[in-house]
T-cell receptor, first 109, second 114 residues
Framework: GQNIDQPTEMTATEGAIVQINCTYQ??????LFWYQQHAGEAPTFLSY????GLEEKGRFSSFLSRSKGYSYLLLKELQMKDSASYLC??????????FGKGTKLSVIP | TAGITQAPTSQILAAGRSMTLRCTQD?????MYWYRQDLGLGLRLIHY???????GKGEVPDGYSVSRANTDDFPLTLASAVPSQTSVYFC?????????????FGPGTRLTVL
């Protein structure tokens, strides 16, 4: 089976840094995605990792360790608009993604 | 570019009735997907299509059917709706992009079955 774990909720302060962890145990691995989803909206693509290491994209970075089945999304200089759910997804086949249940991040002043 | 469109935006449906959720993409992506999203359960794959003319079952296919007559359209049909099919339905598509095959999502259809 497929198992992807993320914390259910997190709270962080505006201007701070927050790290959202994702651990996975899947029957296949062809890459890991992070998506952002604001309430009532569709998920939007944030990042993709297929090799070990850190991928940086502006205020957002994503890290992958395949041997540990572990990834994190790092958000710097938090803004109120970063309040959203963050979805970790593993590409388990040629095309298909398996999603974690998502982490709801609340940014407070 | 519109990307992916879904219709309707929302719908209230009586149990036992049939309904087709429409999804159209203009990105010429080969692969398309249908997910449902429920509170506490996350996004779950219903059906997918790797290319026009082929479809496959995802994690929760029961009660749903799909077809892929051409590249752009991927309708999802509920033959006889039940209240447990109340959910938000997202269509997505992906195309080869350096191996990532990033999935892009439509705006969703909120379905309530009474």
């Amino acid at each position: 089976g497929q198992n992807i774990d993320q914390p259910t909720e997190m709270t962080a302060t505006e201007g701070a840094i927050v790290q959202i962890n994702c651990t996975y145990q899947t029957s296949g691995f062809n890459g890991l995605f992070w998506y952002q989803q604001h309430a009532g909206e569709a998920p939007t693509f944030l990042s993709y990792n297929v090799l070990d290491g850190l991928e940086e994209k502006g205020r957002f970075s994503s890290f992958l360790s395949r041997s540990k089945g572990y990834s994190y999304l790092l958000l710097k200089e938090l803004q109120m608009k970063d309040s959203a759910s963050y979805l970790c997804a593993v590409k388990t086949g040629s095309y298909q993604l398996t999603f974690g249940k998502g982490t709801k991040l609340s940014v407070i002043p | 570019t519109a990307g992916i469109t879904q219709a309707p935006t929302s719908q209230i449906l009586a149990a036992g009735r049939s309904m087709t959720l429409r999804c159209t993409q203009d990105m010429r992506h080969n692969a398309m997907y249908w997910y449902r999203q429920d509170l506490g359960l996350g996004l779950r794959l219903i059906h997918y299509s790797n290319t026009a003319g082929t479809t496959g079952k995802g994690e929760v296919p029961d009660g749903y059917s799909v077809s892929r007559a051409n590249t752009d359209d991927f309708p999802l049909t509920l033959a006889s709706a039940v209240p447990s099919q109340t959910s938000v339905y997202f269509c997505a598509s992906s195309g080869t992009s350096g191996g990532a095959d990033t999935q892009y999502f439509g705006p969703g259809t909120r379905l309530t079955v009474l």
